[in-house]
């Protein structure tokens, strides 16, 4: 372990929607090499418990330490919510999930202390978000909200369309007339449907996508490891590796939907037996 | 296994829309002991491959043989199409699934010969509706139409809803051009948004739930095996057991929303481990 700067860095979700994240690291970070795992056979975690969230977490982990991954990003706000805590202790190399950069610039953002999150079941009702912000300013206000239809419709295709409107009105009403002038989308689903929940907030409410920032907050971690990588790596996602635990093409389609350049190959692992 | 009339049948799905086939073997059949399990830990099924679902089968399959069940009903549509074959060349008790006796009440049913199945994409792709239907009258119309959103908005409690409404218009509006006059609801949760159904298709199209005519059919198997139990049950489904993957309270919330009495406990099984 003496240089392991050129190892690539592990990122899971539960699916597809990691690879939101996966498009901020190859934007922010381009030299460095990913290794994915979409746990496309268990999919969704929104709606699952802590056990089971937490259980399948450490197997994933125990996959990509199989892959000699020099850092993990837990690129699902559910597992980050439920597992994280009890991931980091267990691992010796630099771990970081979605929610706590989310959290932090939330806090940062937000003028009248007032701050809404949206997300799956699992991530409201673990009030993971809450606590980061309280820890950070014990005043902010934080209202959340879960919106399960958002991530079928998302992955329905309905990105623009009446029907995602209507259910966006009747999730973020609440939220809306409790004042938050920040919203923070904590699902990374959501970077999807970015445009129609702005348009139905309106612009007085600064949205904050987890994403983004846990990209940020990932450079600087590695830098703070002397583990950034310092060889340029070639263009497109060919360099990059995608794993899955069920070996639907439905997760290529999709993963080609969002990322920039086309994925080539998607292997399939059986997760359960790690 | 001289006497095993008085043993449970088993009864899997999923999660919970399996409970409408319960419902239904309750009513019919009320004499006899459900054992149910759902995999709530790995819910849905309907967007994953045939291996992953036939993998996932077998192994409630085998939790289920340990309870000493006399018979196996796959209340699932999807598990039925993919994986009913291979469960059955592996077991020695009786077993059916949805799709068949579904597939025989539709073809039976039809007066022009144009039938219409709506499902998930993993039982609309695998045409095992169409197969079935083929083989009893090779000259039936068959057109099948995934239907993806459904569940979710079962799911989220929208069964009489305007969204709801607008969602089935856009997925039917092809089956009902193309001059069906018998519809297939070929996923165990539809049967929960069938008036919607039916008001959008309009009266002149006969609605098949699949999950009544497996109750028909479960009954008739038992009853040429000698497995029809003999003693009167009790009342309430406390004669029931209910199993399930992941211990979410919500499936005992849906169920309750489904089932006539009330569930009063529902285990947790590690079902990775059969």
């Given at each position: 372990m003496t240089d392991n700067r050129t190892a690539p860095?592990?990122?899971f979700d539960s699916g597809v929607g990691g690879l939101t994240v996966v498009k901020e690291i190859m934007h922010q970070i381009p030299n460095e090499k990913v290794?994915?795992?979409?746990?496309t056979a268990r999919v969704p975690y929104g709606s699952k418990s802590k056990d089971t969230i937490t259980r399948y977490s450490k197997q994933i982990v125990r996959f990509l330490r199989t892959q000699n991954v020099k850092a993990i990003v837990v690129a699902c706000n559910t597992a980050s919510a439920y597992a994280l805590d009890e991931l980091s202790k267990e691992i010796d190399i630099p771990i970081i999930g979605v929610v706590k950069p989310g959290a932090k610039v939330a806090v940062e953002t937000t003028k009248n202390g007032k701050i809404g999150v949206i997300g799956t079941s699992g991530t409201i009702s673990s009030e993971t978000y809450t606590t980061y912000m309280k820890e950070l300013n014990p005043a902010i206000d934080v209202?959340?909200?879960?919106?399960?239809?958002?991530?079928?419709?998302?992955?329905e295709g309905l990105w623009e369309d009446p029907v995602t409107d209507e259910i966006v009105k009747r999730y973020l009403t609440d939220l809306m007339d409790s004042g938050i002038d920040t919203l923070i989308l904590g699902c990374t689903h959501y970077p999807l449907i970015r445009k129609t929940v702005q348009r139905i907030v309106g612009p007085e409410v600064t949205l904050v996508n987890p994403a983004y920032e846990t990209a940020r907050e990932l450079k600087a971690l590695l830098s703070s490891h002397n583990l950034l990588s310092d060889q340029t790596s070639g263009l497109g996602t060919n360099i990059h590796q995608f794993y899955v635990s069920d070996a639907a093409e439905r997760f290529q389609i999709f993963a080609n939907?969002?990322?920039?350049?086309g994925i080539l190959s998607t292997k399939a692992v059986n997760i359960e037996t790690y």
């Open positions: 860095i592990g990122v290794i994915y795992f979409g746990d209202r959340g909200k879960a919106c399960p239809l958002f991530v079928p419709l998302i992955e939907s969002i990322l920039k350049y």
